[in-house]
């Protein structure tokens, strides 16, 4: 029996990793139910088949509700790590010298290969390397084209073949490997609304992605390595939307500085007007415990102070215990942040930047106009998206329905703050826009009968980027009435 999912009582959207503990359409369909938005679907673990599995349960459920849900693809990006060891470890002692090579034998702990050419013509004296998510430092004395001599300064066990991060430099190697570009593929075979792009340093690994993609998808940045920060406004400009991956940067950088950065992060895709998604370590303890502490609840809660668009759950909601009670933990959370009279005046700290166009001035005016006639919602028309990305900027303090006749633009807004998406044919005319976007409304139970909607639209209809009518309308009683007749004859 199928039913619709009404608006969320939220702005910011929860997006879910899927992986061991919610693979199957079951619980897919409780994480939909209790609160998750859009889904990410890591091509770092399982195989293409298994992937293809969970497209066509979300795809099946999307049609069961209604609603146009969001999958975004997460492509692994480039991994570099160490060889293997004789004995499988080795344990490096505080302030022992350690070689990184080129030879293929077995290391112990003296020395060990380092699979990756390309490193050794970028580091110098001085650089740090980190072993295994920064639990062994190593700082280089001197490096040739052959091998990279290093002292210990944070000894430990090693084992084989353990990640390595080079946060001092730029990494000459591009974020797209070979497997990226299967995944990539097989990705937009599948129709993904979204590709998450890791490993990105600079904005040609964004430009090359997009090359690849093209339209056929939204394109994400992943905000993980120290180099990308120094290019942070280029990226934005030419990525869709961008994440604040927190657990890659805690690794390169000291731990005191992801904080600020996660704020300056925010506040630049804010100011450019591009969605941004906070991931990482929100619910850690949720993986094993179905309570979170408080100051996981207190960092959720920060995320979505500073208008993060989208709140994101990786190991709570893939692999761990109570996936379902992290979504509806973070989906509390939401609502009592958002609740709170000091939250509008919080999410608008950051001054947005407007382009002289029609649209831009028209959504600026839209959640003022809102405000001064309280308005209960607004309702938009979009072919491509633009016009809801540009009024979910503006964090207006009410729902916004956004139709559209392209399912995938509808797809694809899941991600935006404050915004509904539906998937529904243009309208023909003006009288034609006022009556649907109205009907629309009562239907989807984000405004009553008495209640005034301000609507957005571009005239000529259907054409994208022509945004230039903003109407308020009031709904009256007779519409309602006529809105819940034609419910009860349908059956509904």
């Known amino acids: 029996m199928s039913e619709t999912l009404a608006p969320r009582s939220r ?38 088949k298994a ?100 002292e210990v300064k944070v000894g430990g066990a090693v084992s084989d073949n ?29 129709r993904a609304d979204w590709i998450a792009l890791s490993f990105v340093q600079r904005p040609e690994d964004v430009a090359e992605a997009r090359s690849l993609i093209g339209d056929r998808a939204a394109l994400l940045a992943k905000i993980e390595k120290p ?26 950088l000291p731990p ?52 993060a668009d989208a709140v994101m759950l990786s ?45 831009d001035a028209l959504s600026a005016s839209a959640r003022q106009i809102a405000q001064t006639v309280s308005a209960t919602a607004m309702v938009c028309y979009t072919s491509s998206g633009a016009t809801a990305r540009r009024i979910a900027r503006e964090r207006p303090p009410v729902p916004i329905l956004a139709m559209s006749p392209s399912q995938h633009t509808a797809r694809r807004m899941g991600l935006l703050w404050g915004v509904h998406a539906v998937h529904s044919r243009d309208v023909a005319s003006f009288e034609e826009m006022v009556e649907k976007g109205k009907r629309m409304a009562l239907r989807h139970q984000i405004a009553k009968g008495g209640e005034r909607i301000v609507l957005m639209a571009g005239i000529p209809f259907g054409t994208a980027g022509s945004t230039n009518v903003l109407h308020v309308v009031r709904l009256i009683g007779d519409e309602l009435e006529r809105h819940q007749a034609s419910n009860a004859s349908a059956g509904q």
């Open 11 to 48: 702005k910011v959207k929860i997006l879910a990793t899927l992986g061991p503990a919610s693979s199957d359409a079951k619980m897919i369909r409780r994480l939909m139910v209790a609160g998750a938005d859009a889904f990410r679907i890591n091509m770092s673990h399982g195989d293409q």
């Open 51 to 150: 992937k293809a599995k969970l497209v066509n349960h979300i795809r099946t459920l999307e049609k069961e509700f209604h609603r146009p849900t969001t999958i975004l693809f997460d492509l692994q990006g480039p991994k570099l790590r160490v060889g293997h060891f004789a004995g499988g470890r080795t344990v490096l002692e505080n302030g022992s010298r350690f070689i990184l090579d080129r030879q293929k034998k077995a290391g112990d702990s003296s020395r060990v290969q380092l699979p990756h050419a390309e490193l050794f013509e970028s580091i110098r004296p001085g650089t740090r390397i980190l072993i295994d998510d920064g639990k062994v430092r190593l700082s280089v004395l001197e490096a040739d084209g052959d091998q990279i001599v290093s």
């Open 162 to 190: 353990k990640g390595v991060n080079v946060p001092d430099v730029v990494v000459p190697i591009p974020a797209l490997t070979d497997k990226d570009r299967d995944d990539l593929h097989f990705a937009l075979e599948q």
């Open 227 to 252: 180099a990308a920060i120094e290019r942070l406004n280029d990226i934005i400009e030419l990525a869709d939307a961008v994440m604040v991956a927190r657990g890659d940067l805690g690794v390169e």
């Open 256 to 307: 005191e500085q992801v904080p600020p950065l996660q704020n300056r992060i925010v506040a630049c895709a804010r100011q450019f007007g591009k969605p941004v998604v906070v991931a990482t370590q929100m619910l850690e303890s949720m993986v094993t415990s179905p309570t979170p502490t408080r100051a996981e609840v207190s960092d959720v809660a920060t995320a979505i102070y500073d208008g």
């Open 315 to 359: 190991a709570e909601s893939a692999t761990g215990q109570y996936p379902c009670e992290a979504v509806q933990m973070m989906d509390r959370i939401a609502q009592s942040a958002e609740r709170d009279p000091s939250y509008q005046a919080r999410v608008h700290f950051t001054h947005t930047r407007l382009e002289p166009t029609t649209a």
